[in-house]
């Protein structure tokens, strides 16, 4: 149960930013933007012209960006940003709350996991 999950979980916001931050950059330019101007651009590889924004990270080249996004590590991330159910449902199970007993009874957000 998500257990996987929570290695590179832990992993990857240690130097990224946390998949909420990145679904709010996602959804608001102006979220981003306001990430994006704590940095310097000049400190930045490419400074800071290519971005990869479901991964937060940055690029040297267009080339490195394209062929990132075409790669398994994007690929995982953009699936896990599509997947919106993993803020409270994850931190409930990770303190054993909701494991066999209940249902999948979604009532929020519209997200059924375990669809038939
Ligand atoms: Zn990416």
Same mark, same amino acid.
């Given at each position: 149960?998500?257990?996987?999950?929570?290695?590179?979980?832990?992993?990857?916001?240690?130097?990224?930013?946390?998949?909420?931050?990145?679904?709010?950059?996602?959804?608001?330019? @102006?979220?981003?933007?306001?990430?994006?101007?704590?940095?310097?651009?000049?400190?930045?590889?490419?400074?800071?012209?290519?971005?990869?924004?479901?991964?937060?990270?940055?690029?040297?080249?267009?080339?490195?960006?394209?062929?990132?996004? @075409?790669?398994?590590?994007?690929?995982?991330?953009?699936?896990?940003?599509?997947?919106?159910?993993?803020?409270? @449902?994850?931190?409930?199970?990770?303190?054993?709350?909701?494991?066999?007993?209940?249902?999948?009874?979604?009532?929020?957000?519209?997200?059924?996991?375990?669809?038939?």
């Amino acid at each position: 149960m998500g257990v996987g999950n929570k290695r590179t979980l832990t992993k990857t916001r240690r130097h990224t930013r946390d998949l909420d931050q990145i679904k709010a950059d996602l959804l608001s330019p @102006k979220h981003l933007d306001q990430f994006q101007k704590t940095k310097a651009k000049e400190d930045l590889p490419g400074l800071g012209k290519w971005y990869c924004v479901e991964c937060a990270k940055y690029f040297e080249s267009e080339v490195n960006m394209v062929f990132h996004k @075409k790669g398994k590590p994007h690929k995982r991330r953009a699936k896990q940003l599509l997947e919106e159910p993993f803020t409270q @449902k994850e931190a409930e199970a990770a303190v054993g709350i909701g494991l066999g007993t209940q249902q999948s009874t979604n009532t929020a957000g519209g997200e059924v996991v375990m669809a038939t």
